[in-house]
């Protein structure tokens, strides 16, 4: 009933989604990983599909089940996700990029389990690609929005984050705020505009958020190339 009584303001749009985590190997048993469980981005595929857009989402791993008539790839590590990524990005009109990519990974992946063996072990990481960076430098029409996880000073952090990665929305989120950020279901976001607009968005539903940044992306869409 929900979808039926949605408005289509996405028909026809191809929306491409990232969502949750990525696993970073280190050896067959072990991974560097972080707390994002995916429910942000599982929420905007969602709620973008209901508004009538065809869906790719993109994820790393999660528990969460494909939301209807949305097409999942499932992918590990950011390396993964950035390949993928890169493979539907020339023909989506948006990207929403909400998964949590680890910024670095094992700089070397042990084919076998790692003995234990002495007081201290140091592990060597190296950089991941800035999968969201790399995918703006390539865009031609596509609407870029990105999501910033900040737990201090977040508009000055995600502003930056908007200009260093030519965005045209930031959605800036406190993952300290109680009832906020990681692994819960409701979320208590900030959408910054290129333009420098601030819309702080009060605690809603991870749905409900999300419907407010789809809200934004429509008129993004939907405004003359400039
Ligand atoms: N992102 C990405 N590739 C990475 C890291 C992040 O595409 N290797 C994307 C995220 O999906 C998100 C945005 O960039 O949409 C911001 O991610 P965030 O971790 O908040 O910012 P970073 O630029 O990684 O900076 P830092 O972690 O130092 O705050
Ligand atoms: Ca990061």
Same mark, same amino acid.
């Given at each position: 009933?929900?979808?039926?009584?949605?408005?289509?303001?996405?028909?026809?749009?191809?929306?491409?989604?990232?969502?949750?985590? $990525?696993?970073?190997?280190?050896?067959?048993?072990?991974? /560097?990983?972080?707390?994002? $469980?995916?429910?942000?981005? #599982?929420?905007?595929?969602? &709620?973008?599909?209901?508004?009538? !857009?065809? @869906?790719?989402?993109?994820?790393?791993?999660?528990?969460?089940?494909?939301?209807?008539?949305? =097409?999942?790839?499932? @992918?590990?590590?950011?390396?993964? &996700?950035?390949?993928?990524?890169? =493979?539907?990005?020339?023909?989506?009109?948006?990207?929403?990029? !909400?998964?949590?990519?680890?910024? #670095?990974?094992?700089?070397?992946?042990?084919?076998? +389990?790692? +003995?234990?063996?002495?007081?201290? &072990?140091?592990?060597?990481?190296?950089?991941?690609?800035?999968?969201?960076?790399?995918?703006?430098?390539? +865009?031609?029409?596509?609407? &870029?929005?990105?999501?910033?996880?900040? $737990? =201090?000073?977040? #508009?000055?952090?995600?502003?930056?984050?908007?200009?260093?990665?030519?965005?045209?929305?930031?959605?800036?989120?406190?993952?300290?705020?109680?009832?906020?950020?990681?692994?819960?279901?409701?979320?208590?976001? $900030?959408?910054?505009?290129?333009?420098?607009? @601030? =819309?702080?968005?009060?605690?809603?539903?991870?749905?409900? !958020? !999300?419907?407010?940044? /789809?809200?934004?992306?429509?008129?993004?869409?939907?405004?003359?190339?400039?």
């Amino acid at each position: 009933l929900a979808t039926l009584l949605t408005p289509k303001d996405l028909q026809g749009r191809r929306i491409l989604v990232s969502a949750g985590p $990525t696993h970073e190997d280190l050896d067959p048993v072990r991974f /560097l990983t972080n707390r994002s $469980t995916g429910k942000m981005g #599982y929420a905007l595929a969602q &709620m973008a599909r209901r508004r009538g !857009a065809d @869906v790719c989402l993109v994820s790393g791993p999660s528990s969460l089940a494909a939301p209807l008539g949305v =097409e999942r790839l499932m @992918v590990r590590s950011a390396l993964e &996700m950035q390949q993928v990524l890169l =493979e539907r990005f020339p023909e989506t009109d948006a990207l929403l990029m !909400a998964a949590a990519v680890s910024d #670095y990974r094992p700089a070397s992946f042990a084919g076998q +389990k790692i +003995k234990r063996g002495g007081d201290e &072990m140091i592990v060597r990481l190296t950089h991941n690609p800035d999968i969201l960076q790399s995918l703006s430098s390539l +865009k031609t029409r596509q609407v &870029m929005v990105g999501f910033a996880a900040e $737990t =201090e000073d977040i #508009y000055t952090h995600a502003r930056q984050k908007l200009e260093r990665k030519h965005l045209d929305l930031i959605v800036a989120n406190d993952v300290k705020a109680l009832n906020s950020g990681f692994a819960v279901d409701t979320n208590q976001v $900030t959408i910054i505009h290129r333009s420098g607009q @601030v =819309e702080p968005l009060p605690l809603l539903s991870k749905a409900a !958020a !999300a419907d407010r940044v /789809l809200d934004r992306l429509v008129a993004l869409l939907d405004a003359p190339l400039v």
